[in-house]
């Protein structure tokens, strides 16, 4: 797991080089990359998403003879030929695909302006009232523009389950953090293996298990296959597929993490941390 800072004039481009690679790797045909205060995306041979993200501003956007002013949250889909250009310098994160866009998705999407994308709590955020606005999905049930090579949701995580994506039939995330509330952040592990297998860790082990991350807003965070991941604490963030979302593929670790706790009887700062609801049994989403 890697977490890439990019809200500052000296992003940290060298992490964002290792994340692209690690990427490229796991996942040939894509490839990711920042553009400070752009006022233009030429034009690739790839299709791309352009995502704003460190950044607050506005501007009037233009992409053939479509146009909309854009700013924190919205997303610009360039096909093949495709060039993109600004009245005001806006910062992207681009993502390069290895495949064309279906016909309907829309040169902008806006999650906050487009009266398709509506609330559909799941995933990480479930309750009722969540806030959950699915740009790009695999299963047009779920929302109006599809797409396989990747998918994308804007989302506000406050008590997301503990889980991972299997290696074998998985995917790879990306969070694209635009807020954070005070003390939010993200639990993570590497050590699926050992979680899954309760009856041998001991105290020790334990201790090491699960890592606790604070996040902020301009963070890029790179979270591949088989590590598991937790977002708490109120995280308003574009979380991207890569590539797109597959059913039973998010594992669930919580009730794994409640029985650790409870043989060992790790109580206060030993505490390992897990979601209440998720708990009680095997949980695949």
């Known amino acids: 797991m890697r977490v890439v800072s990019l809200s500052r004039p000296d992003a940290d481009v060298e992490a964002l080089a290792a994340v692209d690679a690690m990427l490229a790797a796991a996942r040939p045909g894509h490839r990711l990359g920042f553009v400070r205060d752009a006022r233009a995306l030429p034009p690739t041979s790839s299709a791309r998403l352009a995502f704003v993200h460190a950044d607050t501003r506005i501007a009037h956007a233009r992409v053939g003879a479509s146009h909309m002013a854009i700013g924190l949250g919205d997303v610009v889909v360039l096909r093949s030929g495709d060039s993109l250009e600004l009245d005001a310098p806006l910062s992207f994160v681009v993502l390069e695909l290895p495949e064309p866009f279906a016909a309907e998705a829309p040169s902008f999407l806006c999650p906050d302006r487009d009266p398709r994308l509506t609330d559909r709590p799941g995933g990480c955020a479930t309750a ?11 299963l047009p049930t779920n929302g109006p523009y599809t797409c396989r090579a990747v998918n994308c949701h804007r989302v506000c995580m406050t008590d997301s ?9 998985g995917f790879e995330e990306l969070y694209l953090v635009h807020d954070v509330r005070p003390g939010a952040g993200l639990h993570w592990s590497p050590d699926v293996g050992r979680i899954e297998a309760p009856a041998l860790v001991d105290r020790a082990t334990a201790r090491t298990l699960v890592r606790s991350t604070p996040l902020a807003a301009g963070d890029l965070v790179f979270i591949p296959r088989g590590t598991m991941h937790r977002a708490v604490g109120g995280v308003l963030a574009h979380v ?12 669930g670790l919580d009730h794994h993490l409640r029985a650790i706790g409870e043989r060992l009887g790790l109580v206060g700062d030993e505490a390992l941390p897990y979601q209440l609801a998720a708990s009680s049994g095997p949980v695949v989403k």
Request: a positive charge; charged letters at 20%; glycine letters at 6%.
């Open 161 to 169: 389950f503990s889980h991972y994506h299997p290696r074998d039939g």
């Open 128 to 138: 009722h009232d969540a806030y959950r606005r699915i740009l790009l999905t695999w």
């Open 240 to 251: 991207v597929t890569i590539p797109g979302f597959v059913p039973a593929r998010e594992i």
